[in-house]
């Protein structure tokens, strides 16, 4: 799956938007299949939140007519919908740009039920207008922060009679990281901090735990 979450920004940077809209349906799609498999104990990661937000951020940074503000909007909603229900389990809080995005992209989408539905849960949440956006610009700095975890084996030693069985069962290990957070200084526009948007090693070793317990 995080191949074509890769694979996604690649081609976003490369300017080919459409192609990293296809890689972000991949992702989407591939974690749809893999949970269609079990018909109990499905896995927690069910769903990307990150890759849906990016792939309304494409949309929206593609084209800026209603119908391409409806269809982020989708996205969006999607991603804000997944980090309340399932990223809560990874430690992943809801970023705030999360619900501006999705409020503006309702607003331009004219979808006035959703401002209202998402202005009850978040009242001191506000947004830039398209409009300003399309003034001002935008920057998008993703900090890829430390390594994601490695696998190994854990054995576990049983006596049955005279004999010893070894049992070898995978674990996932967290490696430490030296960065804790960045910072992006714009001359004229102000700074901001980076903030958790995709914990993988949480992600690996939940999505490890689901897989053991279907053993």
Do not use: C
Request: net charge negative; no cysteine; proline share 2%.
């Amino acid at each position: 799956v995080l191949v074509h979450v890769y694979k996604a920004l690649n081609y976003s940077l490369l300017g080919d938007f459409e192609a990293a809209r296809v890689e972000s349906r991949i992702v989407s799609d591939k974690l749809e299949l893999y949970n269609s498999k079990y018909e109990e104990k499905k896995n927690t990661y069910k769903d990307d939140a990150f890759i849906r937000w990016f792939a309304g951020w494409l949309q929206e940074s593609d084209y800026a007519d209603v119908q391409s503000a409806n269809y982020a909007k989708l996205e969006y909603q999607k991603a804000y919908e997944v980090y309340k229900d399932q990223y809560a389990g990874y430690k992943t809080t809801l970023p705030t740009f999360v619900i501006q995005d999705l409020l503006r992209s309702a607003e331009t989408a004219e979808l006035l039920d959703t401002i209202e539905e998402i202005k009850k849960a978040h009242a001191d949440v506000t947004w830039p207008k398209t409009a300003e956006l399309a003034k001002q610009g935008e920057l998008l700095f993703i900090h890829q922060n430390g390594e994601s975890p490695y696998k190994r084996d854990k054995i576990i030693k049983h006596k049955v009679k005279e004999d010893e069985i070894m049992i070898a069962f995978p674990e996932f290990v967290r490696k430490s990281h030296a960065i804790k957070t960045s910072s992006v200084s714009v001359q004229g526009a102000g700074s901001a901090d980076t903030i958790l948007v995709e914990d993988i090693t949480a992600i690996a070793l939940q999505n490890l735990k689901d897989r053991m317990g279907r053993i």
